[in-house]
């Protein structure tokens, strides 16, 4: 047998008819949907599999742009590279359906939620499948579908019953125009994210979940998770366990007290004021008559600031604040402590009210500095005087250790030792001191031990139509015990004897309505539907639950549907959980780092201590891909005009081209700018693999240098692969794809291989090549067994040396590592590259340094 060798100079003419995108594309985009190709398999004993899951979109009216397809396109790279792997694989797709904006929609045009939602849905199947990405159709779910809405509301049920479903009057952000409850992340400066419309804040009945239960588990159940650390860090932060003390402070002349929390009880002698959220019972009430009008004003206009807003710490950032006029006792020196109210503390969180330290808290620092109040250091770092620096802030100290207070340029929030606390407490290190502290407040009654949390309980209650409603109702007392509620007769709706829907009854639906006007009533606009609000049961009447659940409820367990999407005695089965779960990748936008995840891993971790699931976690790896830039490098919005759309792209170049382009531009998390014209490069890579499966294979044995060449390119594109670096991967193709232009009839065992790595990027091309070779039997190349390599042959007794002219690199040249300096030199000079700088010129010198350099020096 004898060996292929690259011929003299490229064969690009042979083979060069052009490659028909769109006749390729749909044909075996019809090809998979007549064979089933990607229906998921029953699993096989014995056999490793991966569930690859997408964060499921939201169905806009607006469609794709060329930014969403990113996620998607990693994940499905990932689902082709697993089933040539020999992985069962599952990987769906489904539509996030629910929500305010086919509200809005409804409302602005009298078109039902659920005619836009799933004309919308239509719209991105189209975009999805025209993209060719290896979904399994037939599990397609939606979350307003009826069988979907049942389960939803089925764990719901569960969660009341584990008494984690509960009733209370919470303080929400409250929009009157929308006519709902915001979360703190959809209000911008007292606004609505959308709409601009104004936000109060106002107490309001509400449903929630006690997520707050499952703090330590949240935060325990983060470690051995291959995800983002940002990620890791942010759920971490939003939890926000911490270990303190509750202290205790009486309000001189009130008989009343206050308590707070805090993570540095070391800092107690350091308190020089206090500050309440303006919405804490006792702001008000302790406010003396003199500053009682300004604390009212000052406490209505923070009402219609969102928390994330009130506690940012944002450059340029003012603190705004004002004096109550009570004083507080210092529960241990007796000093009076002025009490100031501020809306950088929040009511939601601890218990409403600090105790400011401005020496050693950031927030209080500059505080103190708006309005005047003393700053008292009470802490200098670990190792004597001089300027200290922690390792998050300093203090500046200009007296003897342990003499007067200084100038605080910083606030030192670091551990170290105690000043200025008097006896007993002074010359303590950090964690001594707070031992001694709280051991005395606990003598005195004033204080104990505590671990706090930032997390609070999940408001699950949404105050409009377009939502899966609450499977509760209540009994209704009628004045008359003849009257009608529907009629508007006198009665009393019993919230306090919330009484759950039988699942035989599941799903509740929603009530046709003519208008979706949110209304004046907080209750939501289903009050205005009173024949399917009250009924009658055994001569007593019951009232539903009006509000709705949030999106976020739809999305918190779609996974697990996707196990089993046909399922009608159950949500999913033991067999099915135990077949699928966990998701292996999952891909998904950074928006998402917080809420969604957290709120997910709740009702999992919920139905895992309940029996239903086999894993505490549902995600095992998860990557966030980077945003995609407008061509401005501004976001794709359509305001802006920079939204570039994918039906254009896959018209012009086919959807090869926009998933090999979208892989290519970048590291997957990097955020990058859209650059139409640079699809043109990926387009000719595209091309040419094509040629080359054009002209032919030759079943020859390789040489050594195509061997080494092709076992080097296997190994880095499946390790590569592994590791979601598809930018290096395909580079990694296009310098093999190169190598093998220059065969006239390429050898079969290096063409096969280079179809079969470039076909998870791109599908079609990879299918219609793999038929041109003569492999057209089966599943195609969607089963095709990947690519296998040889420690041994990965390593080339060639190096790649840059070739500089006048001191600049020109171009690249891979030679012997034991060439001659007259072969460097008849390789080199003949280099196209070369050629345009020397050509007419005189080569004064010619320099080469084995491994190193190849340089000429030209007149």
């Known amino acids: 047998m004898g060996m292929a060798s690259a011929a003299p100079e490229a064969a690009a003419a042979v083979g060069s008819k052009l490659y028909n995108h769109k006749a390729i594309e749909a044909r075996w985009q019809q090809h998979w949907e007549e064979k089933g190709t990607f229906k998921t398999p029953e699993r096989t004993e014995g056999r490793p599999k991966k569930f690859v899951l997408d964060m499921f979109p939201y169905p806009s009216g607006s469609g794709l742009h060329v930014g969403h397809p990113e996620g998607y396109t990693a994940s499905d790279v990932m689902a082709r590279y697993w089933r040539m ?42 975009q999805l499948k025209m993209l060719g990405f290896s979904y399994d159709w037939d599990r397609e779910l939606a979350t307003t579908d009826k069988d979907y809405v049942k389960w939803t509301q089925w764990i719901f049920l569960e969660l009341f019953k584990a008494g984690l479903a509960e009733q209370s009057e919470a303080r929400v952000n409250w929009c009157p125009a929308l006519g709902t409850v915001l979360a703190n992340e959809e209000i911008i400066d007292g606004k609505s994210e959308r709409g601009d419309h104004p936000v109060v804040r106002t107490p309001l009945r509400q449903w929630a979940l006690k997520i707050t239960k499952y703090a330590d588990q949240l935060e325990a159940g983060l470690e051995g998770l291959n995800w983002p650390d940002g990620t890791l860090t942010a759920q971490k932060q939003w939890i926000g366990r911490s270990e303190g003390a509750s202290i205790t402070f009486d309000l001189e002349g009130t008989g009343e007290s206050m308590e707070v929390f805090t993570t540095r009880p070391d800092t107690l002698m350091g308190v020089t004021y206090l500050v309440l959220a303006p919405e ?101 770092p670990s190792g004597g005087k001089g300027k200290g620096k922690g390792k ?23 551990r170290g030792v105690a000043i200025n606390s008097g006896e007993g407490f002074d010359g303590l290190s950090t964690e001594e001191c707070a031992e001694a502290v709280v051991s005395q407040l606990e ?38 015990p003849e009257g009608d509620p529907r009629r508007g007769d006198d009665h009393k709706i019993c919230y306090d004897q919330p009484m759950p829907v039988d699942v035989s009854e599941l799903p509740l639906t929603l009530p046709e309505m003519e208008s979706f006007e949110p209304g004046d009533d907080p209750q939501g606009c289903l009050t205005r539907a009173p024949d399917w609000r009250f009924f009658q049961r055994d001569g007593k009447w019951f009232a539903r639950e009006t509000n709705t659940m949030p999106q976020w409820a739809g999305s918190c367990w779609y996974y697990l549907r996707f196990t089993d999407t046909k399922n009608a005695d159950a949500g999913w089965s033991k067999k099915a959980d135990k077949d699928w779960m966990p998701v292996d990748l999952y891909v998904g936008g950074q928006e998402h780092a917080v809420l969604h995840l957290l709120y997910a891993r709740f009702w999992h971790k919920v139905l895992h201590d309940l029996g239903h699931v086999k894993d505490p976690e549902p995600f095992q790896r998860l990557v966030h891909q980077g945003m995609i830039l407008g061509t401005d490098g501004e976001k794709m919005s359509k305001s802006r005009g920079n939204v570039i759309n994918p039906d254009d792209i896959v018209d012009s170049d086919g959807a090869d081209a926009l998933r090999l382009y979208e892989m290519f531009m970048g590291p997957l998390e990097a955020t990058k700018p859209w650059q139409t014209e640079q699809v043109a490069g990926v387009t000719r890579f595209r091309d040419r693999v094509y040629q080359l499966a054009r002209r032919g294979a030759e079943d020859v044995e390789l040489a050594p240098e195509t061997l080494t060449i092709l076992h080097k390119t296997m190994k880095k594109v499946s390790e590569d692969i592994d590791e979601l670096a598809f930018n290096t991967a395909i ?36 299918e219609e090549c793999w038929d041109l070779l003569g492999n057209n039997k089966g599943n195609g190349i969607a089963f095709a067994p990947w690519v296998e390599w040889k420690e041994e042959l990965c390593v080339s007794d060639s190096v790649t ?59």
């Not at 489904?94 to 305010?100: A, E, H, I, Q, T």
């Not at 039902?112 to 004309?119: F, L, R, S």
């Not at 030199?825 to 190849?854: D, H, N, S």
Request: glycine share 8%; aromatic share 8%; charged share 25%.
């Open 801 to 859: 040396l840059g070739v500089q002219v006048n001191g600049k690199v020109r171009t690249e040249l891979e030679l012997s590592k034991t060439a001659s300096s007259d072969d460097a030199r008849a390789l080199a000079e003949v280099l196209p590259q070369v050629v345009k700088f020397t050509e007419g010129k005189e080569v004064k010198k010619f320099i080469y340094v084995p491994g190193r350099i190849i340089s000429f020096v030209v007149k």
């Open 731 to 766: 580079s990694a193709l296009m310098v093999l794809t190169n190598h093998l232009m220059t065969f006239e009839k390429p050898p079969r065992e290096a063409l096969e291989a280079l179809v079969r790595m470039v076909s998870p990027f791109a599908p079609h091309l990879g």
């Open 280 to 380: 804490h019972p006792l702001t008000l009430e302790v406010a003396t008559q003199e500053r009682r009008a300004a604390v009212e004003e000052y406490v209505t206009a923070s009402a219609s600031r969102s928390d994330l807003d009130r506690t940012s710490m944002g450059k340029g950032k003012k603190k705004t604040g004002t004096d109550t006029g009570a004083l507080a006792v210092h529960p241990i020196t007796g000093e009076k402590v002025p009490v100031w109210t501020a809306d950088y503390v929040l009511g939601s969180y601890g218990t409403g009210a600090v105790m400011a330290v401005p020496a050693h808290d950031e927030r209080d620092l500059a505080f103190a500095r708006t309005f005047e109040l003393p700053v008292r250091r009470v802490v200098k």
């Open 443 to 480: 003598s005195q009654q004033h204080g104990r031990k505590e671990i706090n949390y930032r997390l609070r309980d999940w408001i699950f209650s949404r105050q409009r139509y377009w939502g899966e409603p609450i499977p509760i109702y209540f009994p209704v007392e009628m004045v008359d």
């Open 85 to 126: 792997k020999g992985f069962d694989v599952l990987h769906p797709m489904g539509w996030d359906s629910f929500g305010l904006p086919a509200e809005q929609h409804a409302i602005l045009t009298g078109t039902h939620p659920k005619v836009t939602t799933y004309t919308n849905i239509d719209t991105f199947r189209r």
């Open 392 to 414: 998050k802030g300093a203090a500046k100290e200009e007296e003897e250790e342990g003499a007067g207070e200084g100038e605080v340029v910083e606030a030192f929030t670091g």
